[in-house]
């Protein structure tokens, strides 16, 4: 179970670090065909700036996992207590995972349920009736960045805590 | 306590749906209900605003066209350019038609209903930093900031060209000469602050500039049958008080951008014809289906 | 009520991350003020917040430096730098303020700047004689003329904050980018007659034209980014992306630019556009607070109560920001800081501009200040220093540096000539 979990964290990392290259690979070039087409064909296509846009958006959120499963997010402070495996640093690990709960579980909720817990009604279901201006799909395909980065972020979380129940078993054959 | 979203800074000389929300207010708090005025961005953008009514977190907004356009694109029948011959010829065909019914049939999916439209100032015509624009030909040699696809089609149809431009880069593509200019009300370059860039303005009065107020479907269901009475007279009190400030404000709109130095061209019957004449091929862009537009047309000679 | 206080300090000194942080506390704040309903605008509110035009050429710059870095831009500049300068007394620390100038062009933040050159350039400079906190000191505070240069991370946060033009953020940051470093290559002459400072040899000066050939590429990039802007040509997106492609180039001619190269810098922008988006994404939930509670409205009238207009109205916000930015990294304090007191600066008749160009030369000192001087503590951690002295023997351009924040607020025209003239 652990390993499991492990393994879909490594996973997902490696899938979502070829998806945050391709998203500023795809931004990029939109960017340049909008400099392109004004200069060369003097009328720039209206999609470019959305895609790129959305492209932006899908590398900062995509991106956000990515610092998650590093630990390269951005400290106010440095933890006062002591490195696990003492105690301490076992309560700050724990009170650092309940603040991340306590952001993204609402966040998540919130895309699928609405105020009364209906499924569907959340976010994503009011986002998949509307239509994006330029590109005429569907919001929903847009917007479900917010859903996936907040899950990966909550199974990176997992896996923090399965990775590091597997070591001091190991450490401690027999228990 | 009724949470309304405003669109933009609370003065009663230049805003319309100011003037609307005011009285609006009077009646409702004449008949207990508070209105409170979220100012501007305090709680989000549209998108996020309209997400609110749909939750009934928000009571009522005054919204972008677009936010109803995206569910049902027939309310851009309203800005299919000279339907209308003015704001009175608007609200007869507001009044007779079916308009209100039809839109909120589809809303009803968002859990949002459309309570009025309001013009937000006399009718857009051409700001531009050099030119004085007086025929479709004067337009045709400029390059024009297009604020979507409709608009877009309307000056390809002028034989002009058009870039999609984000409003906050606006003033940087004015200087910089990236665009010429734009299309809006007289009173949007006085706002803003702009008059010192842009030189002229021509008073083609292609559209009426306006916004949609929206409210909650969740609140307004909850309201027993007299409150909603009470709704329904103060949108009344609103759309009258909007309507007052529009005739007064066209009247004086074009001095006050004189005043400030900017060139105003009136342009004659004929002139207006050339640029009505001119656009008429955006009707068949498909922005609105080709079915909704022969409905907007026919409802509007009707009325006029 | 206590709930909301208690949470914050439990969660900060247990190293929480910031946008965890700050997430985790508005959310229970929205729950002890009874309004947990508003908890589900929390998806919408994140997307609508990041999907924001200005953000869109943050990426795009953070890349051009991670191509140029990786490609060894550095020693190309040092080079060139050495070869103009080098001959001096104090030589060296005016090349690295020079290099700094430079390297400005290319990059947005002031955090790569002081890592790579503390890592090449402090040895030489204790090689020739120069003290080693010395070298780390003006390695440090040069380093923040890259966010005042464009192009610049923190104006695009905050132009797209407070929906001001990055353009003109850009075109007006030029003036006080280049007035800095006078000030420091000022400073750094008295420094070398007092304390004595060799000048370079001139046998192991580079030849002018060769270093300059090689630094050319790195160089023409601001011309290119600051030349299509003031001709209206693109916008700082457009701009941003073209600066990637000619950081391809210079990559190619430099030394070779791999693929695996490329790959990796792409991926290292992906994350660090992760941690800054994640923050702004915890702030946004924080200003929907705000707006509900009209704190913002709050705020203003509790300033207001202390009559402050014009210049010292200026001063008493320069006051804080200095503050802030001596606790927090200076993302962390835009994101926080701008949408509480600029917004109202701004209504106050501050010109959005002079003050996004103030605010970033403010969070920029708060790198080389303690206690948390984020440039001091790389500089101190690359080249093994004791970080209170070196932040100790870095006062002196701290207070420069203060004093020329104070003059360009007292002068908005410093700043705003530049953008006025070329029509912005
Ligand atoms: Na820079
Ligand atoms: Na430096």
């Known amino acids: ?119 569907g009604r959340g976010f994503l279901g009011r986002q998949s009736t509307l239509v994006a201006d330029t590109l005429g799909i569907s919001l929903l395909w847009i917007v479900a960045v917010v859903p996936i980065a907040m899950l990966v972020i909550l199974i990176h979380l997992c896996a923090h805590w399965a990775r590091d129940g597997l070591r001091s078993a190991e450490l401690e054959p027999g228990k | 306590e009724v949470k309304v979203a405003l669109d933009g800074p609370p003065n009663l000389a230049t805003s319309g749906t100011y003037n609307w929300i005011q009285g609006f207010s009077k009646v409702m708090s004449e008949n207990g209900m508070d209105v409170r005025e979220m100012p501007r961005g305090s709680i989000g953008n549209e998108d996020e605003i309209f997400d609110q009514l749909s939750t009934g977190l928000l009571e009522m907004s005054q919204s972008d066209v677009r936010a109803v356009a995206r569910i049902d694109p027939y309310i851009y029948g309203l800005r299919l350019p000279y339907l209308f011959d003015d704001a009175a010829h608007m609200d007869r065909m507001l009044e007779a038609g079916d308009f209100f019914e039809r839109v909120n049939e589809n809303l009803a999916q968002q859990d949002v209903v ?96 306006m916004r949609a107020v929206l409210a909650s479907r969740l ?44 060139t105003v061209q009136r342009l004659t019957t004929e002139e207006l014809t050339a640029f009505r004449e001119g656009v008429r091929s955006v009707y068949e862009t498909g922005v609105v289906s080709a079915e909704d ?11 006029r | 009520m206590w709930l909301i206080p208690i949470a914050f300090v439990v969660f900060l000194i247990c190293g929480t991350a910031f946008a965890y942080l700050m997430g985790a506390v508005s959310v229970i704040t929205f729950i002890t003020l009874d309004k947990a309903q ?63 100038v430079f390297f400005a062009g290319v990059s947005g933040s002031a955090v790569a700047d002081s890592a790579s050159l503390s890592r090449s350039f402090v040895p030489e400079m204790v090689n020739r004689g120069y003290d080693k906190y010395y070298a780390g000191a003006i390695t440090a505070a040069s380093s923040m003329i890259g966010p005042i240069i464009p192009p610049s991370i923190i104006m695009i946060i905050y132009g797209g904050l407070t929906s001001t033009s990055v353009a003109a953020l850009f075109v007006a940051g030029i003036v006080p980018g280049l007035l800095l470093a006078g000030v420091l290559l000022a400073l750094n002459v008295f420094m070398a007659y007092r304390y004595d400072h ?50 391809i180039l210079a990559g190619l001619t430099y030394r070779g630019l791999s693929w695996s190269m490329l790959i990796d810098a792409i991926e290292a922008t992906a994350r660090m556009t992760g941690t800054i988006f994640i923050i702004l994404a915890a702030i946004s939930i924080l200003g929907y607070l705000a707006g509900q509670m009209g704190w913002s409205e709050a705020l203003a009238h509790w300033v207001e109560a202390f009559h402050l207009t014009g210049f010292r109205f200026l001063v008493f916000l ?32 501050v010109d959005p501009v002079h003050l996004g160009i103030l605010i970033c030369l403010n969070l920029c000192i708060g790198l080389i200040t303690p206690p948390l001087g984020k440039c001091l503590v790389l500089v101190a951690a690359l080249t093994s220093l004791n970080y209170w002295r070196l932040a100790w023997v870095a006062m002196p351009f701290i207070l420069v540096q203060i004093a020329l924040l104070f003059v360009l607020a007292r002068f908005p025209e410093l700043t705003l000539a530049l953008p006025r003239a070329l029509g912005f």
């Open chain 3, 318 to 349: 320069m006051v804080i920001f200095l503050i802030a930015g001596m606790f927090m990294d200076t993302t962390v304090a835009v994101t926080l800081m701008v949408p509480l007191f600029a917004v109202q600066a701004i209504n106050q008749g």
């Open chain 1, 1 to 119: 179970m652990r390993k499991a979990v492990i393994f879909v964290s490594d996973t997902l990392h490696a899938v979502i670090r070829r998806l945050s290259v391709a998203a500023i690979v795809v931004m990029f070039c939109t960017v340049m065909l909008q400099v392109i087409a004004r200069y060369v064909f003097s009328s720039p296509p209206v999609w470019t700036e959305d895609v790129a846009r959305y492209m932006m958006v899908w590398t900062g959120l995509l991106g956000a996992t990515l610092s998650f499963k590093t630990k390269t997010d951005a400290v106010l402070l440095a933890s006062v207590f002591p490195d696990r495996p003492n105690v301490l640093g076992y309560m700050a690990d724990a009170l650092h995972t309940l603040a991340v709960l306590v952001f993204i579980v609402p966040i998540l909720w919130y895309c699928f349920f609405d105020l009364r817990g209906q499924f």
């Open chain 2, 114 to 209: 459309l309570l009025a439209i309001v013009p937000i100032g006399p009718a857009s015509g051409f700001i531009t930093t050099e030119a004085a624009i007086r025929t479709p030909e004067d337009i045709a040699k400029l390059r024009m900031r297009a604020l979507d696809d409709a608009q877009l089609a309307m000056y390809e149809a002028w034989g002009s060209s058009g870039v999609i431009v984000s409003w906050s880069e606006i003033m940087t593509a004015l200087q910089t000469g990236v665009v010429d200019g734009y299309m809006n009300s007289p009173f949007v370059p006085m706002s803003f602050g702009q008059t010192d860039v842009v030189r002229n303005f021509s008073d083609a009065k292609v559209i009426i500039p």
């Open chain 3, 38 to 100: 508003f908890l589900s605008i929390m998806p919408q509110r994140i997307f609508s917040q990041l999907d924001v035009f200005a953000f869109m050429a943050m990426p795009l710059f953070i890349l051009t430096a991670e191509i140029m870095t990786r490609a060894g831009v550095m020693r190309c500049l040092v080079d060139f730098a050495l070869s103009v300068v080098g001959r001096f007394k104090g030589g060296l620390g005016h090349v690295n303020i020079l290099t700094s």
């Open chain 2, 293 to 303: 537009v022969a409905s907007w047309t026919s409802l509007a000679d009707e009325m």
């Open chain 3, 198 to 247: 060799p000048g370079g040899k001139a046998s192991e000066i580079p030849p002018f034209f060769p270093s300059l050939l090689r630094a050319l590429p790195a160089l023409c990039l601001p011309a290119v980014i600051l030349g299509s802007l003031v001709f209206g040509l693109a916008t700082p997106t457009e701009g941003s992306a073209i600066a990637v492609l000619v950081a």
């Open chain 2, 219 to 262: 609140w307004y269901d909850s309201l027993s049958d007299d409150e909603r009475a009470v709704v329904t007279e103060a949108v009344k009190a609103g759309d009258k008080a909007n309507r007052i400030w529009l005739d007064e404000a066209s009247g004086s709109a074009l001095e006050q951008l004189e005043e400030l130095g900017v």
